[in-house]
């Protein structure tokens, strides 16, 4: 491997994916006689680049998913997990830029994918526990998502009477 796609593969992993999938595909087409399944292996490669941006935007699925939930459930108990989970999440996701720091430029993209399903989950997990599941599509900004931000804590309600007494 030459200096320069050595230093890639440290420095930029999905980058280093994408340049040698390349490449590989550029030698198939010069018709070399070395017995490789040129077409696969570039395949192959270029797969490890797109399952690290899968991962990129699964993980802020689950960031998304729960800066929802802090923002429109009323429960208690819950909200210390949902917060434990983010910060967990953004850490990973700072190490996967990190790595591979051409991923930044494909956060946009992520986000915006992200976000319906996002949605949908927070909402289903809300009415799984009779809460509102009129959620609007959130429009946190990268810096909200992936820095130290958390949404407002929702208004808790009263609790409901016990047994018809009024509070």
């Not at 994408?18 to 030698?27: I, V």
């Not at 802090?70 to 996701?93: D, H, K, M």
């Not at 009129?134 to 016990?162: C, K, M, R």
Request: glycine share 6%; aromatic share 6%; charged share 25%.
């Amino acid at each position: 491997m030459s200096g320069n796609a050595a230093r890639l593969y440290d420095e930029d992993f999905v980058r280093w994916t994408e340049e040698q999938s390349a490449a590989l595909r550029a030698a198939a087409g010069l018709a070399t006689n070395l017995p490789l399944d040129w077409e696969n292996l570039a395949e192959e490669i270029d797969s490890l680049g797109r399952s690290l941006k899968h991962e990129l935007r699964s993980r802020l699925m689950v960031i998304l998913e729960h800066l929802l939930k802090l923002e429109y459930s009323s429960a208690i108990y819950p909200r210390s997990g949902w917060i434990e989970t983010v910060n967990r999440e953004r850490l990973i996701i700072e190490d996967l830029l990190q790595e591979s720091p051409s991923l930044r430029s494909a956060l946009g993209a992520a986000i915006d994918q992200a976000k319906p399903k996002a949605l949908r989950l927070a909402a289903g997990s809300l009415s799984d526990h009779a809460e509102t599941t009129a959620i609007p599509l959130p429009n946190y900004t990268e810096d909200q998502i992936l820095g130290d931000w958390f949404p407002a804590v929702a208004a808790h309600p009263s609790p409901p009477p016990v047994n018809g007494e009024r509070g």
